[in-house]
Nanobody, 118 residues
Framework: QWQLVESGGGLVQPGGSLRLSCAASGFSLDYYAVGWFRQAPGKERVEISCSRESHGTITYADSLKGRFTVSSDSAKNTVYLRLNSLKSEDTAVYYC???????????WGQGTQVTVSS
């Protein structure tokens, strides 16, 4: 009955921005850790961030900190990932996931494609 759906991906020029959404149905994201990940073509999946609304905490991967920003809207049961100053190497499928704690994910969305190209 649970659903976790990413959206907001698409084609964007270098230097541009996107906001991705991770929307939950059937449960509240407020009670779980929410992680964002990406997987570029030919590369391993990489964790971008983890947030826990119940703790009021957000952590970011060092390599991406400063360009990517997590926010949430509890009323919409949605967590967002803002992607700024996008580069071609940011091209990837972006996923969100939930779990009882950061680094302990048990349910994943389907992913949304982000393509950065001129």
């Amino acid at each position: 009955q649970w659903q976790l759906v990413e959206s907001g991906g698409g084609l964007v020029q270098p230097g541009g921005s996107l906001r991705l959404s991770c929307a939950a149905s059937g449960f509240s994201l407020d009670y779980y850790a929410v992680g964002w990940f990406r997987q570029a073509p030919g590369k391993e999946r990489v964790e971008i961030s983890c947030s826990r609304e119940s703790h009021g905490t957000i952590t970011y991967a060092d390599s991406l900190k400063g360009r990517f920003t997590v926010s949430s809207d509890s009323a919409k049961n949605t967590v967002y990932l803002r992607l700024n100053s996008l580069k071609s190497e940011d091209t990837a499928v972006y996923y969100c996931a939930i779990g009882p704690d950061c680094r302990d994910y048990i349910y994943w969305g389907q992913g949304t494609q982000v393509t950065v190209s001129s």
